[in-house]
């Protein structure tokens, strides 16, 4: 950890202060299939989309890889809309959020998504 960060928790917590939680996410890597756009009457827009980052694991460098649910709204959603197709190579800054639903066999889940704070296109997919 990183020492200043660790004194200032420490001198905070011995004052009775309480620190905010951190939650970021950065992740780099590629777009599975095109994003879901919608659009209400609202006037909102959302687009779901996920992404798939490559872990190169232990010495045989056996490819793991690891897929992340991600959402954004607004112009950021339009943007990823029309920009973020199947393949493409992306950068993401982000937080965590959970998303609770009921499945098809009526049990109550929840999932973890990665709310899109920004976004940067990094690579388009090679033809």
């Given amino acids: ?3 200043s960060l660790q004194r ?3 001198e905070r917590s011995l004052k009775g202060e309480k620190m905010s939680d951190i939650n970021k996410v950065f992740i780099t890597g590629n777009v599975g299939k095109d994003a879901e756009i919608r659009y209400f009457e609202s ?5 779901n989309f996920s992404v798939a980052v490559n872990e190169f694991a232990g010495q045989t460098k ?3 890889t690891h ?3 991600c959402r954004a709204w607004g112009k950021k959603a339009e943007f990823i ?3 973020a197709k199947s393949g493409c190579m992306v950068m993401i800054d982000g937080h965590l959020g959970v998303d609770s639903y009921q499945a098809q066999d009526g049990t109550n889940r929840t999932k973890v998504i990665i709310n899109v704070d920004e976004i940067k296109i990094i690579g ?3 033809a």
């Fill in 1 to 3: 950890t990183c020492p």
């Fill in 8 to 10: 200032q928790f420490t």
């Fill in 43 to 47: 006037g909102k827009v959302v687009v």
């Fill in 62 to 64: 056996e490819i793991i």
């Fill in 67 to 69: 897929w992340f649910d």
């Fill in 81 to 83: 809309g029309e920009y």
């Fill in 124 to 126: 388009k997919k090679q």
